[in-house]
């Protein structure tokens, strides 16, 4: 039995605690694996990492947004539904972060909720789902994506437009997907995203066109609009790895 170590960093095990969780998992793999199984396995120990990864979180994953949903929103996500029926993007290098979107839900609703909990505003007087004419994926069905786990955008997309990244073939983010990783990312830490640059949802479109972005400044959260060519070296999309 893993043993809790108060001395041990949050979020970490021991060197103890690694040892014998590891003993666990080599006493856990089959014995009567085929050779070209383990062949496959041996020859690709990075490609092995990863599927270990990928099957040792995403319980505690879908966990955590189980529990996120059903604390802010009083949405409840059946978790053996999420495990079994909603594809998860495969995974890529560096693309740690995996954001569940659900059935249903709206810019508005994830705003009011942000707004209960921090500074936040929009520039705009109509409602969210008004201004926003198109986004790429659609809250009809519950999905997942993934994007870098990080507090600002994307480094490699500075100096990259909305429309460059459609150019380039660049899968951005969408204002829902955003406000849900702000709330999110809010809640494990009581930070903000982007306290220096400024997210382009380039998978979000107004009906004038215009691109909505998202920034944390003195005054609190910002929804805001860009223009599709608009650059700069703070303005960056966040790439997105979807189904």
Same mark, same amino acid.
Not at 176 to 202: F, G, P, Q, V
């Given at each position: ?34 050779? !070209? *199984? ?8 990075? /490609? ?22 059903? $604390? ?31 059935? =249903? ?13 921090? /500074? ?14 198109? @986004?790429?994926?659609?809250?009809? %069905? ?9 507090? %600002? &955008?994307?480094?490699?997309?500075? @100096? ?5 990244? $459609? !150019? ?13 990783? %702000? ?7 009581? $930070? ?15 009906? +004038?066109? &215009?691109?909505?972005? *998202?920034?944390?400044? =003195? +005054? =609190? ?18 790439? *997105?790895?979807?189904?």
């Amino acid at each position: 039995m893993i043993m809790k170590n108060d001395n041990a960093q949050q979020g970490r095990m021991t060197l103890r605690q690694q040892r014998e969780f590891h003993s666990i998992v080599l006493t856990a793999l089959p014995v009567d694996m085929p050779w !070209e *199984v383990v062949n496959k396995w041996l020859k690709h120990p990075k /490609k092995l990492a990863e599927a270990l990864s990928i099957t040792l979180m995403s319980g505690q994953c879908s966990l955590d947004w189980q529990i996120f949903y059903q $604390k802010y929103f009083s949405i409840s996500i059946n978790l053996s539904q999420v495990q079994s029926q909603i594809q998860t993007p495969s995974y890529q290098e560096g693309f740690d972060r995996v954001i569940i979107v659900p059935k =249903g839900i709206t810019e508005d609703r994830v705003f009011q909720v942000c707004s209960e909990k921090f /500074k936040i505003r929009k520039r705009t007087n109509q409602e969210l789902s008004e201004v926003i004419d198109h @986004n790429d994926r659609m809250s009809t %069905e519950t999905y997942a994506i993934r994007v870098r786990d990080c507090q %600002e &955008a994307d480094k490699e997309n500075k @100096n990259i437009s909305a429309e460059q990244a $459609k !150019e380039k073939d660049i899968n951005g983010i969408t204002l829902l997907e955003r406000l849900i990783y %702000e709330l999110k990312y809010w809640d494990e830490t009581e $930070k903000h995203l982007d306290m220096a640059n400024l997210t382009i949802c380039s998978d979000s479109r107004c009906s +004038d066109g &215009a691109v909505p972005g *998202v920034c944390c400044r =003195g +005054d =609190g959260v910002c929804v805001r609009w860009c223009t599709p060519r608009g650059v700069g070296s703070d303005w960056r999309v966040r790439t *997105v790895v979807s189904c």
